[in-house]
């Protein structure tokens, strides 16, 4: 999937937190937004190009040098890929709960986990172990598995964009 797809579905992922009280609140979607974002980017530090790779902050890329390490180490959809992987980040989201908040750490955990997800949906899938590429892992039915930039992942992208929309006015309520 492409990287403005993994990021809506990370922001989207934040409906799993919605139903839990005082969770996602007017004063923290936006922060939680924007870590579901960045935390649904991370995965794909491994790929030879991606947004994460190419962000910039000022005129530094930041994650570039670590992108490149860890796609000469482990290669596109391998580690960081994996259920592994998840573990791990999830280990390193404790630290961010300590120090950020509870929510924060949750919706950075759910962006990664969402990127997992998205591309277990295609045809490609992740990897069930590291430098496993003969057991991956499927969501979806052979016939229903996307191609990363397909016209199908670009059907996508306004169903992924109602619910971060709608979350964020839920958050915002009219009043009168």
């Known amino acids: ?3 403005r797809t993994h990021a809506l579905l990370g922001m989207a992922s934040l409906w799993l937190l919605a139903p839990i009280p ?6 923290n979607v936006g922060a939680m937004c924007a870590l579901a974002a960045f935390g649904a980017l991370l995965p794909d530090l491994d790929a030879g190009a991606s947004t994460i790779r190419a962000l910039k902050v000022g ?3 930041p994650f570039r040098s670590v992108a490149y390490v860890a796609h000469r180490t482990w290669g596109h959809r391998a580690l960081l890929h994996s259920p592994i992987g ?3 980040f999830g280990g390193l989201c404790v630290p961010v709960g300590l120090l950020w908040g509870v929510p924060l750490a949750l919706a950075l955990f759910l962006g990664y986990a969402s990127h997992l997800a998205g591309d277990a949906c295609t045809r490609t899938g992740i990897p069930g172990w590291p ?4 057991r991956r892992l499927h969501l979806l039915p052979a016939s229903f598995r996307l191609v990363t930039g397909s016209l199908a992942e670009e059907a ?6 109602l619910p971060v929309v709608l979350l964020v006015l839920t958050r915002f309520p009219l009043s009168g």
Request: no cysteine; glycine share 8%.
């Open 131 to 134: 430098n496993r590429p003969d």
């Open 156 to 161: 996508l992208l306004p169903l992924l964009a």
């Open 22 to 27: 005082d969770l996602v609140t007017p004063g």
């Open 86 to 88: 998840l573990l791990a």
């Open 1 to 3: 999937m492409m990287g």
């Open 59 to 61: 005129k530094l890329r």
